[in-house]
């Protein structure tokens, strides 16, 4: 049976099975897994290693019929994870929100796969439905991509229209497509705030996001009315260490000398290889409040959006390092999820850790990771 999302919507548990066989048959697939997996062994034994990653893939999915089923897979890869990449990730706000709602979650966003995982991660382990999460079009370069978020509950953002009527038409798709998800199957929705990741460590709701989610209100309905429908629930992730921090800054470098920056061919896959396999240090999940209140426009919406990821944010030494080694002073700011106060006499091993961290840096990027980390104090000295 066709739907008028068929399209973009996530993957069904009919589809789940034959899914698999076909990407499971993609060297593609067996090749950058063992790449995840076996980064120092893969360039000399990868040709072994290979057929090993196949067999125990096959294994691992061979019972596996529903999108639930292949979830509880991912668990498991997400388990090994956080306990390799990690010194520990806490949530907060969760005990504010109803099991039984679907809401729609609008988080910064700092990685491209990691974001809306730990937060998925969150919600599954506190007997909450899982999300379906927005992914661009521009990141499925690869068959096998695509048909893997789709089986994790993706759905794809059309970003490759240009001409205006297209992109106008698969705005009000998407917004469509969000809204019945949300109100009529009851499912929750994870949406970043803005395209693209906060490179610079600014964390800006782009207005042009909640233009698209409330593009699809009847004019007959109050755009309060609408907003409220949609549950909306700001969601702020913090992460102690950045895997991608080199990489960003080397853009943010070539757009400010040259003022463009090419990316390579399938750039993003990378980054997401790169997200999942590197050091993160701890990682905070703060969920925010409903979004309740009577809200006039979009800009109002933003507004309340920015407020809240701004003060749910949780800061870590390695964002106060940064703030001391740019501006000469440590700042007077409470840090940890523990909202204790920064002392850096306490911490002269971090302290020393983050700057052999910072020295690994190229000294040409080196100022602009040390802002991406500060610029979050920055934001908080500044509300």
């Known amino acids: 049976m066709t739907t008028e999302f068929d399209d973009i919507r996530p993957y069904h548990d009919d589809e789940v099975r034959p899914t698999l066989d076909r990407i499971l048959a993609d060297p593609e697939l067996i090749d950058a897994v063992t790449r995840l997996k076996f980064p120092r062994l893969n360039p000399w034994a990868g040709g072994l290693l290979r057929p090993l990653v196949k067999r125990a893939l096959v294994k691992q999915l061979a019972g596996v019929n529903s999108v639930r089923g292949f979830q509880d897979v991912v668990e498991k890869y997400m388990a090994r994870m956080i306990h390799s990449t990690t010194s520990g990730l806490t949530v907060s706000g969760l005990e504010r929100l109803n099991p039984q709602q679907a809401y729609l979650f609008i988080s910064n966003h700092r990685d491209i796969a990691m974001d809306p995982a730990f937060v998925n991660w969150s919600l599954y382990h506190s007997d909450c439905n899982t999300l379906r999460i927005a992914i661009g079009d521009n990141l499925l ?59 610079d460590g600014h964390d800006k709701t782009n207005s042009a996001v909640i233009g698209m989610l409330t593009i699809n209100r009847p004019k007959t309905q109050e755009f309060n009315d609408y907003v409220k429908e949609l549950h909306i629930v700001p969601v702020s992730i913090s992460y102690e260490f950045d895997p991608c921090d080199a990489a960003k800054a080397r853009e943010l470098y070539h757009q400010r000398t040259s003022g463009s920056y090419q990316k390579e061919q399938h750039e993003d896959v990378k980054s997401i290889a ?30 309340e959006i920015d407020r809240q990821v701004l003060s ?45 961290r910072m020295q690994a840096i190229p000294a040409e990027y080196r100022e602009l990771v040390l802002a991406m980390y500060a610029n979050p104090v920055l934001s908080k000295l500044q509300d």
């Open 141 to 199: 370069t690869k068959p096998y991509v695509s048909d893997l978020m789709r089986l994790n509950k993706s759905f794809i953002v059309n970003r490759s229209a240009k001409a205006p009527r297209e992109k106008l038409k698969a705005a009000k798709h998407l917004s469509a497509y969000i809204y019945h998800s949300i109100v009529n199957e009851n499912s929750n929705i994870w949406i970043a705030q803005r395209e693209g990741r906060a490179k």
């Open 312 to 356: 749910n944010y949780v800061l870590h030494s390695s964002n106060c390092f940064a703030y001391h080694m740019l501006h000469g002073t440590p700042p007077k700011v409470n840090y940890t999820e523990k909202n204790i106060p920064f002392v850096p006499e306490k911490l002269a091993e971090q302290r020393q850790q983050f700057e052999l």
């Open 274 to 303: 790169m997200g999942i396999a590197g050091q993160k240090g701890h990682v905070h999940v703060a969920f925010g409040e409903v979004l309740s209140a009577d809200y006039m426009d979009a800009d109002e919406v933003v507004a």
